[in-house]
């Protein structure tokens, strides 16, 4: 699995979080989304690795601001945590 963190700059309230999570939805086969006004970034859980070039174009088209992107292979947990 997957997490991709992207800043994201212009989040202003509950509904811009939404906003960017259903736009990043929408264009990407994912498991998770997370977005957070507070510390400006989307978390994405998928089980590939998401295009980062087009990952922004989704951000900004939007009408947010796509920051520095990052991506790492993270270990999928079974049930109660265990491998």
């Known amino acids: 699995m997957y ?8 989040m202003r309230c509950g509904m811009c979080e939404a906003h960017v999570s259903d736009a990043v939805r929408a264009a990407f086969d994912v498991r998770k989304v997370k977005s957070s006004r507070a510390k400006g970034t989307t978390v994405i859980e998928s089980d590939a690795p998401i295009d980062e070039a ?20 993270v270990a999928r947990r079974g049930l109660f945590g265990r491998r």
């Open 54 to 73: 087009r990952l922004r174009e989704v951000i900004t088209a939007s009408g947010y601001d796509a920051g520095a992107t990052s991506c790492e292979e």
């Open 3 to 10: 997490r991709t963190t992207v800043q994201v700059g212009g």
